[in-house]
Each structure stands twice: as structure tokens, then as C-alpha cells.
């Protein structure tokens, strides 16, 4: 352990959901290459494994409507170094259109203190991450807190997922 500073940083609330990276999908298949396209599929492979019973959701996860608002997986750091840069483009057109500006993307006409436009998006650092998943709390070993809720019981539940139905460690 070490002691780092931590700028003020934005994260959203939630995790990119597959609407948002079908979004994303949509977009490349409509302006970029067929190569372009096939480098942005998520990798449904990782459902596969000796500690996973999802063999379904191989075929299902990422555009199965009942899947829609769960979290996109399988995605590279890459990836989703790519997906930041179309989201800022995509989210500032978005709002320079809505307040009556002309959107250009490379001559910086609208400049960042006008409120129109949003900074980059990016991956968090691994002390930002940290640091939110502690919910800013230093001294806590769960985000929500080390106390138990009355009745002895935890605030969360801390044995999640979907595990195989067989002994894998025979």
C-alpha cells in the first residue's frame, strides 16, 4: 500500500451498458470499415471457462433485450479506449447541436468553458478506480461500510455469480 493523490475527477454512475455499446456498434457499422466493425465485437468467449455456468449467454448477452441495460463485457482495454473517444464526439456534437452551434471537431470553436461541450471521456486511473470503489470512505473494507445490519446480516451481498453446478476441484 501507498498513499496517492486523487485529482477531481467525473465517473458515471454506472457501468457502459451493451445499449450503449450496440449504440456504438450501429455507428461504426454505418461510417467506419467492416474491420473497424469486427475490432469493436466484444469478446463473448469470456462466458466460457471452468468457473462459469453462462454458456447461453454466449450467444445472447450482448443484444438479448432483456440484457440491454445489464453491463457490456468482454471488451479490451483498447476497445474501450476507442469507445471514449466516439462517446466524446457523439456526447458533444449532441449538445452543440442542442444549444444552436455548429459542431466542429478539430478547430475547437466551442470552447470547453462555455458549458456546451463536455471534457473527454477516458478510463480511470487506477487510483481514481480505487478511490470510487471505496466511495471516497479511507478506512473502510466495503464501500458500504464494515458495520453489519442489524440482525448481524452484511448491508450487501458479498457472494455473488453464477458458479458450475460440479466440483471443478476434484
Do not use: C
Not at 27 to 53: C, H, I, M, N, R
Not at 108 to 121: M, T
Request: no cysteine.
Amino acid at each position: 500500500e501507498r498513499t496517492v493523490s486523487v485529482a477531481s475527477f467525473y465517473m458515471d454512475e454506472t457501468e457502459i451498458a451493451n445499449v450503449h455499446w450496440l449504440e456504438y456498434m450501429h455507428y461504426l457499422a454505418k461510417d467506419s470499415s467492416q474491420e473497424a466493425y469486427q475490432a469493436a465485437l466484444p469478446d463473448t468467449t469470456v462466458w466460457v471457462g471452468k468457473l462459469a455456468f453462462n454458456d447461453p449467454y454466449v450467444e445472447h448477452y450482448l443484444r438479448y433485450p432483456g440484457f440491454r441495460y445489464f453491463p457490456v463485457v468482454g471488451v479490451t482495454w483498447t476497445q474501450a479506449t476507442q469507445f471514449a473517444v466516439w462517446r466524446t464526439r457523439a456526447v458533444n456534437k449532441a449538445l452543440a447541436e442542442s444549444a444552436g452551434e455548429e459542431y466542429a471537431e478539430t478547430d475547437g470553436r466551442i470552447p470547453l468553458e462555455s458549458g456546451i461541450v463536455v471534457p473527454s471521456y477516458r478510463l480511470p486511473t487506477e487510483a481514481e478506480w480505487e478511490y470510487a470503489a471505496r466511495a471516497g470512505k479511507k478506512n473502510s473494507k466495503y464501500y458500504w461500510g464494515d458495520e453489519l445490519k442489524p440482525g448481524g446480516k452484511w448491508a450487501a451481498n458479498i457472494f455473488q455469480g453464477n458458479f458450475p453446478h460440479k466440483n471443478l476441484l476434484e
